[in-house]
C-alpha cells in the first residue's frame, strides 16, 4: 500500500523520502520513483512537514513510530505524522498523547480501496485528530484518496474503519451465501447477479467480485489474515464499548475456516469457498 502511495506524492512534486523495514523494498521505490531512501524511520522524518506510515498492526506502528529511531524522534516539533495502518483506537490516542509531548500533530487515517486503490489514487480516509492539524495534511493526503474525511478525534478513524470492515464481512458472507444458493438452485450465477445488481441488493463487493467467487479465483485484494485482524481489533473494541457483533463474531469463525483451507493469502471473496468445501464434503 505505502509503495503507490508514495510514488503519488512524488509524482505531485513533493520531496519524499521513504524507510522500509526490508530496504530492498525502499530500493524499488527509489528505483521507480524520484525520492531517496533512508536507514531508519528518524532519519525518514527528519526535517519533514508530514511523515506517513503504512505498517501491519499495533505493534509494528510503536516500532517505526516510537524510541531513539523512530518517526516521531526525527520528525521534531510542527511535524505531523499520519498513521494509515489499520490499527487500535487505544494506539491511535497513545501515540496523539506522545506526539503532542514531542510538539507534533498526530492523525490516525486507515484506508479503505485496497492495493487498487492505492495504486490509482482512489482510496478512502478516514481520520482522526485535531481539525487544525487535519487542515494541515489533508491536502497531501487527497493526492492519493478519492474521499478523506475527518470523523471525530484521536481514535474516531480507527473506529471508523472497524465500522467498514464490520459491514463488509457481513456484506461478503451474504454475497458468498446468495452465489451459492444459485449455484445449487442450478441457476446461472452471472446471470443472477445481472438480474439483481441495479437493486436493492448492490455492493461493491457484488459489482467488483462476483465473478471471480463464481470462478474460484481468489489469488488478489485484501488478504483473509488481514481481515481477521482488523475483525480482532472490531471484536476487542466492541467488547470494550459493550456492541453486539454476532454476524462478525461468526464471519471471523468461517475466516479462520478459510485459512485451515490454505486461504490465508486469499482475498476476503474467498468465504465461497468455504461453503463449496462444505458442499464437497
Given at each position: 500500500m505505502g509503495f503507490p502511495m508514495a510514488g503519488h506524492l512524488s509524482r505531485a512534486g513533493h520531496d519524499v523520502t521513504v524507510y522500509n523495514r526490508t530496504a530492498v523494498k525502499a530500493r524499488r521505490w527509489c528505483e521507480a520513483h524520484t525520492g531517496r531512501s533512508a536507514a531508519t524511520p528518524a532519519e525518514a522524518a527528519r526535517g519533514a512537514?508530514?511523515?506517513?506510515?503504512?505498517?501491519g498492526n499495533d505493534d509494528d506502528v510503536r516500532s517505526v513510530a516510537l524510541g531513539e529511531e523512530g518517526v516521531l524522534a526525527g520528525l521534531g516539533e510542527g511535524g505531523i505524522l499520519v498513521d494509515h495502518?489499520?490499527?487500535?483506537?487505544?494506539?491511535?490516542?497513545?501515540?496523539a498523547a506522545v506526539a503532542a509531548d514531542a510538539g507534533a500533530g498526530f492523525l490516525d487515517a486507515p484506508v479503505s480501496g485496497?492495493?487498487?486503490g492505492a495504486e490509482h489514487g482512489t482510496l478512502t480516509v478516514m481520520v482522526g485528530g485535531?481539525?487544525?492539524?487535519?487542515?494541515?495534511a489533508e491536502p497531501v493526503i487527497d493526492i492519493y484518496a478519492r474521499r478523506c474525511r475527518l470523523m471525530g478525534p484521536a481514535g474516531s478513524g480507527q473506529l471508523t474503519k472497524m465500522v467498514n470492515q464490520i459491514c463488509i464481512a457481513g456484506l461478503l458472507q451474504g454475497l458468498a451465501e446468495g452465489l451459492d444458493f444459485a449455484r445449487r438452485a442450478g441457476l446461472d450465477g452471472r446471470a443472477v447477479v445481472e438480474a439483481i445488481s441495479q437493486g436493492a441488493a448492490q455492493s461493491w463487493q457484488m459489482d467488483n467480485r462476483h465473478e471471480t467467487m463464481l470462478?474460484?479465483?481468489?489469488?488478489?485484494g485484501f488478504a483473509v489474515e488481514w481481515m481477521r485482524k482488523d475483525l480482532g481489533i472490531a471484536l476487542d473494541e466492541a467488547r470494550r464499548n459493550g456492541t453486539s457483533l454476532p454476524v462478525a463474531?461468526?464471519?471471523d469463525q468461517f475466516y479462520a475456516e478459510v485459512e485451515a483451507m490454505g486461504g490465508r493469502r486469499w482475498d476476503t471473496s474467498s468465504?465461497?469457498?468455504?461453503?463449496?468445501?462444505?458442499?464437497?464434503?
Amino acid at each position: 500500500m505505502g509503495f503507490p502511495m508514495a510514488g503519488h506524492l512524488s509524482r505531485a512534486g513533493h520531496d519524499v523520502t521513504v524507510y522500509n523495514r526490508t530496504a530492498v523494498k525502499a530500493r524499488r521505490w527509489c528505483e521507480a520513483h524520484t525520492g531517496r531512501s533512508a536507514a531508519t524511520p528518524a532519519e525518514a522524518a527528519r526535517g519533514a512537514d508530514l511523515a506517513f506510515t503504512c505498517v501491519g498492526n499495533d505493534d509494528d506502528v510503536r516500532s517505526v513510530a516510537l524510541g531513539e529511531e523512530g518517526v516521531l524522534a526525527g520528525l521534531g516539533e510542527g511535524g505531523i505524522l499520519v498513521d494509515h495502518t489499520t490499527a487500535s483506537a487505544a494506539l491511535a490516542r497513545e501515540l496523539a498523547a506522545v506526539a503532542a509531548d514531542a510538539g507534533a500533530g498526530f492523525l490516525d487515517a486507515p484506508v479503505s480501496g485496497g492495493q487498487a486503490g492505492a495504486e490509482h489514487g482512489t482510496l478512502t480516509v478516514m481520520v482522526g485528530g485535531e481539525a487544525a492539524v487535519y487542515e494541515r495534511a489533508e491536502p497531501v493526503i487527497d493526492i492519493y484518496a478519492r474521499r478523506c474525511r475527518l470523523m471525530g478525534p484521536a481514535g474516531s478513524g480507527q473506529l471508523t474503519k472497524m465500522v467498514n470492515q464490520i459491514c463488509i464481512a457481513g456484506l461478503l458472507q451474504g454475497l458468498a451465501e446468495g452465489l451459492d444458493f444459485a449455484r445449487r438452485a442450478g441457476l446461472d450465477g452471472r446471470a443472477v447477479v445481472e438480474a439483481i445488481s441495479q437493486g436493492a441488493a448492490q455492493s461493491w463487493q457484488m459489482d467488483n467480485r462476483h465473478e471471480t467467487m463464481l470462478d474460484g479465483e481468489f489469488d488478489f485484494g485484501f488478504a483473509v489474515e488481514w481481515m481477521r485482524k482488523d475483525l480482532g481489533i472490531a471484536l476487542d473494541e466492541a467488547r470494550r464499548n459493550g456492541t453486539s457483533l454476532p454476524v462478525a463474531a461468526l464471519v471471523d469463525q468461517f475466516y479462520a475456516e478459510v485459512e485451515a483451507m490454505g486461504g490465508r493469502r486469499w482475498d476476503t471473496s474467498s468465504l465461497i469457498a468455504r461453503l463449496a468445501d462444505t458442499a464437497e464434503a
